[in-house]
């Protein structure tokens, strides 16, 4: 299983499903990270935390534990 953490800076992958539970999960769905949508992977911080994403046409940041959260497919 892939998740939107191991995709590297560059590189897009199409949403398989969301993990987690009560408000993580929804916090990362209202956020518009639905299943079938795809993530542009934009930049990493120098640390490795955040990872900065495109969605849905905005820019969006993910801590590295909740990108794990979600499985991905390569595009």
């Not at 999960?25 to 209202?30: G, K, N, V, Y």
């Amino acid at each position: 299983m892939r998740t939107l953490r191991d995709i590297k800076v560059g590189e897009s992958a199409t949403v398989v499903k969301v993990y987690g539970e009560g408000a993580i999960r929804r916090r990362i769905m209202d956020m518009g990270i639905t299943k079938g949508v795809t993530i542009y992977v934009r930049k990493v911080a120098p640390l490795g935390d955040p990872i900065e994403v495109k969605v849905r046409g905005y820019e969006l940041s993910l801590r590295k534990e909740d990108a794990a959260q979600i499985e991905v497919k390569e595009v």
